[in-house]
């Protein structure tokens, strides 16, 4: 299974932008596909997950403003990104696994794989 992620990029506050993840070697509805970023100096984080069944999971921090969806067809999940903010800064990383559960999906622990990381830029 490999990852490719891409979209990310230079955008004003308020602006927006999507970002894809393109799954390759498996089809995506049988996987949990979930993004997370990692801000400089700063942990890697949860951003939002949908699993197999459709399901969506937000942080609370973009919850509103962020949502996430799947293009079986494509085999490519998206993160659309709206109303952004400087502190939506980050890395961003999206990550698979077959095993996703409800107590653990917030956690980097439950994805087994993951891309490379698109870099988003919020700033005037």
């Known amino acids: 299974v490999q990852l490719q992620a891409s979209g990310g990029g230079l955008v004003q506050p308020g602006g927006s932008l999507r970002l894809s993840c393109l799954l390759s070697g498996r089809t995506v509805s049988s996987y949990g596909m979930g993004w997370f970023r990692q801000a400089p100096g700063k942990e890697r984080e949860f951003v939002t997950t949908?699993?197999?069944?459709?399901?969506?999971y937000y942080a609370d921090s973009v919850r509103g403003r962020f949502t996430i969806s799947r293009d079986n067809a494509k085999n490519t999940v998206y993160l659309q990104m709206n109303s952004l903010k400087p502190e939506d800064t980050a890395v961003y990383y999206c990550?698979?696994?077959?095993?996703?559960?409800?107590?653990?999906?917030?956690?980097?622990?439950?994805?087994?794989?993951w891309g490379q990381g698109t870099l988003v830029t919020v700033s005037s």
């Open positions: 990550a698979a696994s077959d095993r996703l559960i409800l107590s653990s999906l917030r956690s980097e622990d439950a994805y087994y794989y």
């Open positions: 949908i699993r197999k069944n459709g399901l969506t």
